[in-house]
């Protein structure tokens, strides 16, 4: 039985957010005392062990605005050069956890200074890099701070895919001289029992694929002993967790080795009979979705709204309309929001309009303040309708609340770039829509080259940069995965590839999997997407 004897002496109890989650006394980090201070030695926090590393964590609570400087004091006697916060600052208009960093500039945290020096957000998480440096010492020293932003409020994340890559990216910028990393999540915790769930997923998942899935109960039966850890459901999203990092394995490659990464993927693999390209993709078809995920989608009200009865958008990522009053399921659109890389919500993957449901995605343009249409289709192909013409051509058109004008047609060498003037007759408000027609896909296949279809993805981001609201932009084909999963995903590799300097398509189409179903549908579309990363990588000398 273990005793958490400092944790309850009356100086230190004002230093636990809980009465009931508490430091137990064999494993508490014990900071260096500070003359004349009773109860100076005193944090809540606990080393964890990982899987080949003696104390490799430290789980941590929330820290209190009165030991703010206990933390950094902690973060800097520790030499911990990472911080991983699984917890928003607030929810719902609630507090979960107070800032304990400065928003910019410089603060001083009892004995540590602290600069913020630069902040990257990203779709699920935000990389924060502060300078820290001790009141009398010379040195400085440079720590990071990983904020996981994709945790629900409540339970676990529908799919660990988001959370796998989270966790890659900090164990491959944790240097490997430096002290634990220290793991602290949310404000309020429902009981001991729940609370310690981000150090014991942190070290679960370091096992990563050497896991026998057998040892997932022993291994969290130590991590309990040091600090409680998880409720059902945590635990249930551990073994899914490391189920997928065992059969998925990590397909993240360097910039610099993706020609090499290809040229195996061409390969037939031993034993296999087929390439590990289509082997990869077979992979990525294991995970299929159930049929309980579409609900509005299958409402006989709505069932005439999907061009093809088996692409319809997941219930959690569809875009909702706004409802029309008396009018059964005017909230339905086959739409789902699909998340960047920068930004959640920074697409609308969609299929092309038919002529009952245009009226529908000009409401939904408008409603999400959606300037920028990408179009992947003709609207007719191989002698059959792919998408109605949903746009006016010559004179302006009402379409519901709303009146199209068109303004503009620019022929471009690969693409048609449209621009109208939409303006909602209810009030007379009125913006300027731009619509990129991509004229270059063939109507079986794919491109030959990757090189028009990136600048094409260029152009667009570029218009939307100059011109775009702060809406999502929308982009469809005919049944709004195949050539729209590849614009998206190239569009998330290509800057990833820049910012990074690292590529995975695999993952990346993987998640929009998690949004959207069938996105890039085929073995071809899932090879064009390595071709066009590899092609847009020739374009930069140093990587080349």
């Not at 820290?63 to 933390?71: H, R, S």
């Not at 996981?148 to 796998?164: I, N």
Request: glycine residues 6%.
């Amino acid at each position: 039985q273990f005793t958490w004897e400092h944790s309850n002496l009356e100086v230190n109890k004002p230093k636990n957010r809980y009465a009931n989650v508490i430091a137990y006394d064999h494993s508490r980090v014990i900071l260096l005392p500070i003359e004349g201070i009773v109860g100076s030695d005193y944090i809540n926090a606990n080393y964890i062990d990982g899987y080949r590393k003696q104390n490799a964590y430290i789980a941590t609570q929330g820290p209190l605005p009165e030991t703010f400087g206990d933390f950094w004091r902690m973060v800097w006697e520790q030499r911990s050069a990472t911080i991983v916060m699984m917890t928003k600052l607030e929810e719902k208009s609630r507090i979960k956890c107070d800032q304990y960093w400065p928003g910019r500039g410089t603060d001083t945290y009892g004995m540590i200074q602290v600069t913020l020096l630069d902040t990257i957000e990203l779709a699920t998480f935000c990389v924060r890099t502060f300078s820290l440096h001790k009141n009398g010492s010379s040195e400085k020293r440079e720590v990071r701070q990983f904020q996981f932003t994709a945790w629900p409020d409540h339970g676990v994340p529908e799919y660990p895919t988001p959370f796998l890559a989270f966790l890659r990216r900090v164990k491959t910028c944790n240097p490997p001289d430096a002290g634990p990393i220290v793991v602290h999540c949310r404000y309020r915790f429902p009981s001991p029992s729940s609370c310690r769930g981000p150090s014991a997923r942190e070290a679960a998942v370091e096992k990563d694929v050497d896991v026998r899935l057998g040892d997932v109960y022993s291994l969290l039966a130590s991590t309990q002993q040091v600090r409680a850890v998880l409720s059902k459901d945590q635990y249930s999203f551990i073994h899914d967790a490391l189920l997928e990092a065992v059969a998925c394995g990590n397909t993240e490659v360097p910039a610099r080795n993706l020609y090499t990464y290809i040229q195996k993927l061409a390969q037939i693999e031993v034993g296999e009979h087929v390439t590990g390209m289509e082997l990869e993709f077979k992979r990525l078809a294991n995970s299929k979705a159930h049929t309980s995920r579409f609900i509005s989608a299958n409402l006989p009200c709505n069932k005439f709204k999907n061009r093809l009865v088996n692409i319809m958008p997941y219930e959690t990522t569809r875009v909702c309309l706004q409802p029309i009053r008396g009018v059964e399921g005017s909230d339905y659109i086959n739409a789902s929001f699909i998340d960047g890389y920068r930004q959640q919500k920074a697409y609308i993957a969609t299929q092309g309009p038919l002529a009952e449901t245009t009226e529908d995605f000009w409401r939904m343009l408008w409603e999400n303040n959606s300037t920028i249409v990408v179009m992947l289709t003709k609207l007719r192909e191989m002698g059959r309708e792919k998408c109605h013409q949903y746009w006016p051509a010559e004179r302006s058109a009402r379409y519901q609340y709303f009146v199209v004008d068109p303004m503009a047609e620019y022929n471009m060498p690969q693409y048609i770039l449209r621009e109208f003037k939409v303006t909602d007759a209810r009030d007379g408000q009125s913006r300027t829509v731009r619509q990129f027609q991509f004229t270059d896909w063939p109507e079986q296949g794919v491109p030959k080259s990757g090189e028009g279809f990136i600048d094409f993805i260029g152009q667009v981001h570029k218009t939307k940069e100059q011109f775009g609201q702060d809406g999502p932009i929308s982009v469809h084909c005919s049944a709004g995965v195949g050539r729209t999963g590849v614009f998206i995903t190239l569009s998330i590799v290509l800057e990833r590839m820049r910012y990074e300097g690292v590529v995975d398509i695999f993952q990346t189409v993987k998640m929009l999997r998690t949004q959207r179903p069938a996105m890039v549908q085929t073995e071809d579309e899932y090879q064009f997407c390595y071709q066009a990363a590899l092609e847009y990588l020739g374009s930069f000398d140093h990587y080349a």
